[in-house]
């Protein structure tokens, strides 16, 4: 087992890469609400029950309780490691370099599924507001460029955007679910249909989704301001927000007579005066925007991050840019679905999330909660990814097992000696 542990000297210092360190808590804290809301919040808690029915207000009661080790383990990550690639650092420091090699791979890999993913969903949800845009593959892309650009901009700039952004979002949600109480009831709640095995766990999958985003910001660890404190408050702050909107959002669709659309911003606002729903519509709208950015910019930090000293800052953004095209071009060709993206999102963060969670148990030498949960909750969400998920599960296996295996050939090595 690596020596290093979360209390050494080497863990607290982290080599943090960027020296403005300008990220506050309540900036922190809006980066995460974004980055996990999302898209998410304004289609998948209709899809949730639509597929669990009834059930689907406790599918996401159980993800929220799953959520916060997730976002614990990942703020302890950013914590000690606060850097760019403090991902990929704490498997290093756990499992070897071998493995953090291959967990920035698929780092590197499903940013360029999960984006242009993102996209999709947005470019959907921007066609139901006007129908004056191109397909959705170009307007996927045209969101893309756009967030590349905005990744450029100074850090101070881009928190206030996402600050803005976010709370014109949140007030047109609080307000799309008032203006639809007198259309709501209880009874409703029972008419979406019986929930069944297959549904619950199409739904919790799907639901699992929209929690991602807790690892992007960890991504910003160099840039932030006093991570051992920011970090943790930021957490705090952020996970009770992210867990309240979904479940609120998705008891709100619930309650809604059943026929409607999934998309939650359009089925609330469905029985209000044309003007007023278009602009419910509009400002909805721009969470997505801003969440697309919020992940976007993570991509960029850490594809610059890997090519540092090998080439420009403007290249990487470049080869980034190529990599969402050909995503977009196969999705617009048919070659892959939506629903084949977010399956592959999944499995690919699921990974990366597997392999941190034994990362920090081997250097904690103990297994926490957290971990556990969050191996646990992997594997399982893994399982239910089809072909992309045992695709990946296996490979979690054959490295795990890699890594004992080189360890205890190490540890014969020095014995002999």
Known sequence: MPEQTLDSPPAQAGGAEVSSRQWSAGQLTQMYISSVLGAGILVVPGISVKEAGWAAPLVWVVLAGICVCIAQMFARISMEFPTVSGVTDVIRAG??????????????????????????????????????????????????LLSLVLAGLNDRIIARIQGVSLKIAMVALALSIVLAVPGMSLANLGRHGAPTLAGVLTAAGVAFYAYLGWENVSLLGGSVHDPRRTFPRAIRRAVPVVAITYLAATLAYAALPPGGPTELVPALTAALPAPLRLVLLIASAVAIVAATNAWVLGATRLYVHAVRGRTSETRAKGVLALTYAATLALFGAGVVTHSDLLAWTSALFMSVYALCSVALARMQQRWSLQAVVVLLSSLAILASRGVAGLIFAVLLVVVVLATRATEATRSTGKARK
């Open 95 to 144: 499992m070897g370099p071998a493995n953090a090699n291959f967990a920035q791979g698929v780092l590197l890999l499903v940013y360029a599924v999960g984006n242009p993913a993102m996209a999709i969903a947005t470019a959907y949800y921007l066609g139901a507001v006007t129908d004056a845009l191109p397909p959705v593959p170009i307007t996927a892309m045209i969101l893309m």
